[in-house]
């Protein structure tokens, strides 16, 4: 318990102190409005997509190799802002890295996408493409809007040497937002990854509920912004933003 929480010398919070702090969570919560959002986590098999989620929602990362089995997925909650927690549902694809009938159920509601390659193996960068062929082709927003994606360099403490020369142009042309090298190793960028990713998928959140402009979307893409610009990174070349 926290000493904060303290009430009296033995250091016991009162039975009334109690109540009242657990009413103000409850109200507290009543208010807030929660959002649950899926993300697919997709690319080639062992480019690290089970090991990142796991870092970014259990903060654990084991290099003993294990294959996931059937389709799986992590909850991660956030507190956004005051009024908004969000559930993020990380897809795990697995055991079907090679596309077929069965990834169009997968990505079934997704509301973000991860793909991620292995910079340790530039032929999992050259598969990207492929991923997000498959994945356009199988999803998209109401209106045929096109869900927002991120591209992670993963194994960043391997190496950061081979980030591909193209992949600003690459993700430009192929409409992902932001790439960031990461390392599920060392807990490099997933964090702010996932923001970036969360941020632009509430955009869309707030833009399908209210498709008409109103002061509340100006007010919230304009939070958004400022979100985005905490997020600059300092070192340009481990990460890029385009939207
Ligand atoms: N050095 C290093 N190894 C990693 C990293 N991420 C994953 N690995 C290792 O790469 C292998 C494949 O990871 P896994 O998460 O199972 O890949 P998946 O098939 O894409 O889900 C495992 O041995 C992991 O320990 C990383 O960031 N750095
Ligand atoms: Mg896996």
Same mark, same amino acid.
């Given at each position: 318990?926290?000493?904060?929480?303290?009430?009296?010398?033995?250091?016991?919070?009162?039975?009334?102190?109690?109540?009242?702090?657990?009413?103000? !969570?409850? *109200?507290?919560?009543?208010?807030?409005?929660?959002?649950?959002?899926?993300?697919?986590? $997709?690319g080639d098999f062992g480019?690290?997509?089970?090991?990142?989620?796991?870092?970014?929602?259990?903060?654990?990362?084991?290099?003993?190799? &294990?294959?996931? *089995?059937?389709?799986?997925?992590?909850? &991660?909650?956030?507190?956004?802002?005051?009024?908004?927690?969000?559930? !993020?549902?990380?897809? =795990?694809?697995?055991?079907?890295e090679r596309f077929g009938?069965?990834?169009? $159920?997968?990505?079934? @509601?997704?509301f973000g996408a991860a793909?991620?390659?292995?910079?340790?193996?530039?032929?999992?960068?050259?598969? *990207?493409?492929?991923?997000?062929?498959?994945?356009?082709?199988?999803?998209?927003?109401?209106?045929?809007?096109? %869900?927002? #994606?991120?591209?992670? /360099?993963?194994?960043?403490? %391997?190496?950061?040497?081979?980030?591909? $020369?193209?992949?600003?142009?690459?993700?430009?042309?192929?409409? $992902? %937002?932001?790439?960031?090298?990461?390392?599920?190793? =060392?807990?490099?960028?997933?964090?702010? +990854?996932?923001?970036?990713? #969360? +941020?632009?998928?509430?955009?869309?959140? @707030?833009?399908?509920?209210?498709?008409?402009?109103?002061? =509340?979307? *100006?007010?919230? /893409?304009?939070?958004?912004?400022?979100?985005?610009?905490?997020?600059?990174? &300092?070192?340009?070349?481990?990460?890029?933003?385009?939207?």
């Amino acid at each position: 318990m926290q000493n904060s929480l303290k009430e009296n010398s033995n250091g016991v919070i009162s039975r009334d102190r109690l109540i009242n702090i657990s009413d103000r !969570l409850r *109200i507290a919560n009543l208010h807030k409005k929660e959002l649950t959002f899926k993300f697919v986590i $997709i690319g080639d098999f062992g480019v690290g997509k089970t090991s990142i989620i796991q870092r970014y929602t259990d903060g654990e990362f084991s290099s003993s190799y &294990k294959v996931t *089995i059937g389709a799986d997925f992590a909850v &991660k909650t956030l507190e956004w802002n005051e009024e908004i927690r969000i559930n !993020l549902h990380l897809w =795990d694809i697995a055991g079907h890295e090679r596309f077929g009938a069965l990834t169009g $159920i997968f990505y079934r @509601h997704a509301f973000g996408a991860a793909l991620v390659f292995d910079l340790t193996r530039p032929e999992t960068f050259k598969s *990207i493409s492929k991923w997000l062929i498959d994945l356009r082709k199988k999803v998209s927003l109401p209106g045929g809007i096109q %869900i927002p #994606t991120i591209l992670l /360099a993963n194994k960043g403490d %391997i190496t950061t040497k081979t980030v591909p $020369i193209d992949i600003d142009a690459f993700c430009k042309e192929n409409g $992902i %937002i932001s790439w960031f090298v990461t390392s599920a190793k =060392d807990n490099i960028h997933i964090d702010e +990854a996932m923001i970036r990713l #969360t +941020a632009a998928a509430l955009k869309n959140h @707030h833009s399908l509920q209210f498709p008409l402009i109103t002061d =509340d979307v *100006i007010k919230l /893409a304009n939070q958004d912004q400022s979100d985005n610009k905490n997020l600059e990174q &300092k070192n340009p070349k481990s990460c890029c933003h385009f939207s």
